[in-house]
Nanobody
Framework: QVQLVQSGGGSVQAGGSLRLSCAAS????????MAWFRQAPGKEREGVAT????????FYADSVTGRFTISQDNGKNIVYLQMDSLKPEDTVTYYC????????????????????WGQGTQVTVSS
């Protein structure tokens, strides 16, 4: 059974940085995509960034491009989200997600494509 366990997050002032981690376990094959999503109360979950684990190709939402960086530690099956230049509007709950196969037909941020989800981590950015 695949498990995604998140750590990191917390509170920071605007302009500060935080790093989220997501450790994957319990899978026997590959996880093609590992991603970060975020969701505000009453709103749809939106993609933040994803990494194609095969060759470390990354994709980002326009709202975080240049500020957030997704990376992976293959040996430990961990994905990180380094968040710099944080803004108050980044204040939401962040979720790690993963899927075993990605054919490229669906967009990287297609929520139903992701089978596995972390428990969620709150990030709060104060102005």
């Amino acid at each position: 059974q695949v498990q995604l366990v998140q750590s990191g997050g917390g509170s920071v002032q605007a302009g500060g940085s935080l790093r989220l981690s997501c450790a994957a376990s319990g899978f026997s094959g590959n996880l093609d995509l590992m991603a970060w999503f975020r969701q505000a109360p009453g709103k749809e979950r939106e993609g933040v960034a994803t990494i194609y684990t095969g060759d470390s190709t990354t994709f980002y939402a326009d709202s975080v491009t240049g500020r957030f960086t997704i990376s992976q530690d293959n040996g430990k099956n961990i994905v990180y989200l380094q968040m710099d230049s944080l803004k108050p509007e980044d204040t939401v709950t962040y979720y790690c997600a993963a899927t075993e196969r990605w054919t490229g037909i669906r967009s990287w941020d297609h929520v139903p494509m992701y089978k596995y989800w972390g428990q969620g981590t709150q990030v709060t950015v104060s102005s």
